[in-house]
């Protein structure tokens, strides 16, 4: 199970998703191992967020625990880290307040220095939205050429 380093994570970008996929859900932060991180100010202990698990096809419901200093980036000074509990363990996920349609699906690849993550949905081919969790050290990239295009498509 992954746990949370100092290097932290960030988002590339967000949307609202501007009636581009049917649901009623907002991304609020970025999930691993039993850590949760979120720049969303309305997020208090206790909550419970859903987490669309990266390449599995599955969405657990997490509990926002307490605080938690080493699932805090120092470097992202607006963003909080806490801890989570969950019924399943997983690896990467993206957190949301809402439902998230069950075509809405999370995706990951690793690049030389971080995860990138990846909604997408059945009904589109580009990436719905992309954030990326920067490990701080150089790893194996295995993103493939499909991955690079959602990123490019993306940013667009």
Known sequence: MFKWAAAG?????????GGE????????GLAAGDCFRSSNAAIKPGMQV???????RQQITALIGPRAADCT??????????????PDPFDFAVAVLGDAPASVQAHSCASSQGINL?????????????GYYN???PIE???MAEDLMRMQEHAR
């Open 50 to 56: 859903s987490l669309i698990v990266a390449d599995h």
């Open 21 to 28: 996929i049917p649901g009623d859900f907002q991304i609020v």
């Open 73 to 86: 980036d120092p470097a992202a000074s607006a963003e909080a880290g806490y801890r989570i509990s969950t």
């Open 9 to 17: 994570w960030f988002l590339i970008a967000t949307s609202a998703f």
């Open 141 to 143: 990239s295995d993103c």
């Open 118 to 130: 990846f909604l997408t949905s059945s009904q589109q081919t580009k990436a719905l939205w992309h």
């Open 135 to 137: 490990l701080g050290h």
